[in-house]
């Protein structure tokens, strides 16, 4: 059973950092791109960054300077390092595996909020 679980979301003041995390179980982690999705209500779901299989980082523009995207193979962990959040960032984060294979997975989400 594949599991992606998000961990560090929370309420942060604009300007704060926080560290995104996923756990992945159930897949061959290597062999997966991954990366981070976010929605905002109303809003449809965007791509925030990517890392692939290889460690190539792909980023929104939105987000580039401020966000890192960095991935663990030995322990199936991708995380995601904000920095200098706006109030635009809030939204809630989704993990996401992908692979030629298998397809998409994705994790439960985690809400990020940026106060103002």
């Known amino acids: 059973q594949v599991q992606l679980v998000e961990s560090g979301g929370g309420l942060v003041q604009a300007g704060g950092s926080l560290r995104l995390s996923c756990a992945a179980s159930?897949?061959?982690?290597?062999?997966?791109?991954m990366g981070w999705y976010r929605q905002a209500p109303g809003k449809q779901r965007e791509l925030v960054a990517t890392?692939?299989?290889?460690?190539?980082?792909n980023y929104a523009d939105s987000v580039k300077g401020r966000f890192t995207i960095s991935r663990d193979n030995a322990k199936n962990t991708v995380t995601l390092q904000m920095n200098s959040l706006k109030p635009e960032d809030t939204a809630v984060y989704y993990c996401?595996?992908?692979?030629?294979?298998?397809?998409?997975?994705w994790g439960q989400g985690t809400q990020v909020t940026v106060s103002s």
């Open positions: 996401n595996a992908r692979s030629i294979m298998s397809g998409d997975y």
């Open positions: 159930g897949i061959i982690f290597s062999a997966n791109d």
């Open positions: 890392i692939s299989r290889g460690g190539w980082r």
